[in-house]
């Protein structure tokens, strides 16, 4: 029933009704019934943003006061369009349609007060004037009280289309930064998942190597592995600090970088590419490096390393088809896990599509990536 105001908001309106009171005590009162009526329209002003309701409710019993004392219209009635703004304005769904219904009834009552009652009270002498004012006297109280209401209501309508504004784009930036969080967060899984795997596989084989050779090779791997994934971190947590542009991305010619760098580690990897290559966007070569970085990771961690991993690059006009199989390990991928939802991930967003699962003793990521 009553709107929480500001300290600011109650005292200007209590304010202004206590000077609107002042200033009508200037002049003069025909009896005590006017000072009551002065007193409730100024009630009402003060309560009007409040609990627009109950002003409602007042000016109505000032308004019924005023007729059933026989009084004239009084520059107090102002107070009456103000409440009937408010009411459309700031009303609940109730007392909003009340202000309505309150506008038409009291154009027609006030209408026939004054035309009626205070013209002379059904002085047929009168009746053909009666008539003649009655209309232009209508138009004018439905003009004044209705367009109070109809102004509130459109107040009410622009102030909501705002708020849903606002709203929209607070929507809009936290739709904008959670993609953006789900892409480093893609992009983290994919450099650290990767360089670990690769880190674990090298020093297993540094572990069992007999040559110092082939430790200083081992090791020399896992150094420049995770260099290079401490670098694209650190890329990525500054992306997370600051709002800037990303750094350089890999793309389809740093595949032959990946695939040495995983043969290293032990895995057995060939790779076919089919037909002519044609110009991809940097988006779409990032998406079909990333999946095969997945997927050869995916391999290396849970496949058979023993058993060679192929990789094949299907090339047509409109699109390039990914297929990387490989033996099935110990244990497959989880398929609720985030490498491969990232991998579907990226591939949807670059309107692409997407399949993972085993076929036979094999563990089969087949994407298509759209030109």
């Known amino acids: 029933m009553f709107r929480r105001l500001t300290q600011f908001q109650l005292t200007v309106d209590i304010g202004v009704a206590v000077f609107c009171l002042l200033v009508r005590a200037t002049m003069s009162f025909d009896n005590l019934f006017m000072w009551v009526v002065v007193v409730l329209m100024a009630t009402a002003l003060a309560l009007r943003r409040v609990s627009p309701g109950l002003a409602l409710a007042v000016a109505w019993v000032g308004a019924v006061l005023q007729m059933a004392a ?148 081992a090791l020399a791997t896992i150094s420049s592995t995770a260099r290079e994934a401490l670098s694209d971190v650190r890329v990525l947590l500054g992306q997370l600090r600051h709002s800037q542009e990303p750094g350089p991305q890999p793309v389809l010619a740093d595949l032959d970088r990946l695939v040495e760098q995983l043969r290293s580690s032990g895995l057995v990897v060939a790779v076919e590419q089919r037909g002519t290559p044609v110009p991809l966007p940097a988006t779409r070569e990032l998406a079909i490096y990333r999946i095969v970085q997945e997927a050869l990771t995916n391999a290396l961690r849970h496949g058979d390393t023993g058993e060679e991993v192929v990789v094949l690059i299907e090339w047509a006009a409109d699109a390039a088809t990914l297929t990387i199989s490989n033996a099935v390990g110990p244990g497959a991928p989880n398929p609720d896990g985030h490498g491969l939802a990232g991998m579907r991930e990226r591939a949807v967003l670059v309107g692409g599509t997407f399949e993972a699962g085993r076929r036979d003793d094999r563990w089969v990521v087949s994407a298509r990536i759209p030109a």
């Open 70 to 217: 026989g009084l004239s219209p009084d520059v107090s009635n102002t107070a009456i369009p103000a409440v009937l703004y408010v009411t459309a304005r700031y009303g609940g769904r109730i007392v909003k349609w009340s202000g309505l219904a309150s506008a038409g009834v009291g154009a027609l009552v006030s209408t026939f007060y004054v035309v009626f009652v205070l013209g002379g009270f059904f002085d047929y002498d009168q009746l053909g004037s009666y008539l003649r004012v009655l209309p232009f006297a209508l138009v004018g109280a439905v003009t004044t009280l209705g367009l109070s209401w109809t102004l509130g209501l459109l107040t009410r309508t622009w102030a909501n289309a705002r708020e849903a504004r606002r709203n929209q784009l607070a929507a809009e930036r936290d739709v904008v930064v959670e993609q953006e969080r789900n892409r480093i967060a893609r992009d983290m899984h994919d450099v650290v998942a990767h360089s670990l795997a690769v880190v674990i596989a090298q020093a297993d084989g540094a572990r069992y190597a007999t040559a110092a050779g082939d430790k200083d090779e």
